[in-house]
């Protein structure tokens, strides 16, 4: 079935290690986003990528580093993971800025 | 930024009852506002939408009015069933690159 998949569905990582969350989209949407979601905050943009080769920045994005060589791929980066980067992250596409998005399953990342 | 809020944060309704989420915003050049609904373990799923040319939508037993003005919105679900339960979220931008989602509300319908 054609969607977002995100790898690893959860991670326990120890404060300061660097780490990568995977997202691959097969849809052929221009635009990826990365969100993570905290208890009574809702989702909250990190950053996004409204096409190949180019990225932006969110609401939250300190922190965490983007990157978009190619349509499907979008991996996110914490250079050093600190506690409070806690959380459940989602990666998201649209075809086009201001359309539908679809979400990843989300991956659980906890830091210790 | 554009600040959105979102009442209530939790509602039980029995089934068959009809069930009302509140949105209002802040910015007002937002003019997208789409409902998502979040079903445990999973990512948020967009259910209904509205843009701000439009006052009302409906999809079935789902419906969202707009009021621009006073700047909020609303989700309305009739008839509703066990399988409605779930965690909406609203959310309104100018773009996917600027949308800022509520709180969520956790709905729960009892059979």
């Known amino acids: 079935i054609a969607g977002i998949t995100q790898a690893p569905t959860s991670q326990i990582l120890a404060a300061g290690r660097r780490m990568t969350l995977r997202c691959t989209q097969d849809m052929r949407h221009n635009a990826m986003y990365w969100y993570r979601q905290d208890l009574g905050l809702g989702l909250r943009l990190i950053h996004y990528s409204n096409t190949a080769g180019t990225t932006g920045k969110g609401e939250v994005p300190d922190g965490y580093s983007v990157s978009r060589a190619n349509t499907d791929d979008f991996p996110l980066t914490l250079a050093s993971a600190v506690p409070s980067q806690t959380s459940v992250y989602f990666c998201a596409s649209s075809e086009q800025a201001y359309t539908e998005a679809f979400f990843g399953q989300g991956t659980r990342l906890t830091v210790v | 930024g554009e600040n959105v809020e979102q009442h209530p944060s939790t509602l039980s309704v029995q089934e068959g009852d009809s069930a009302v989420i509140k949105c209002t915003y802040s910015?007002?050049?937002?003019?997208?506002f789409p409902w998502y609904k979040q079903e445990l373990g999973k990512g948020p799923q967009l259910i209904i939408d509205?843009?701000?040319?439009?006052g009302e939508k409906k999809d079935q037993r789902i419906a969202v009015t707009l009021n621009k003005t006073a700047k909020h919105f609303s989700l309305h679900i009739t008839e509703t069933q066990p399988e409605d339960s779930a965690v909406y979220f609203c959310a309104a931008s100018e773009s996917n690159n600027d949308m800022r989602f509520g709180a969520g509300t956790r709905l729960t319908v009892k059979p």
């Open positions: 910015d007002s050049a937002s003019n997208y």
């Open positions: 509205i843009r701000s040319n439009v």
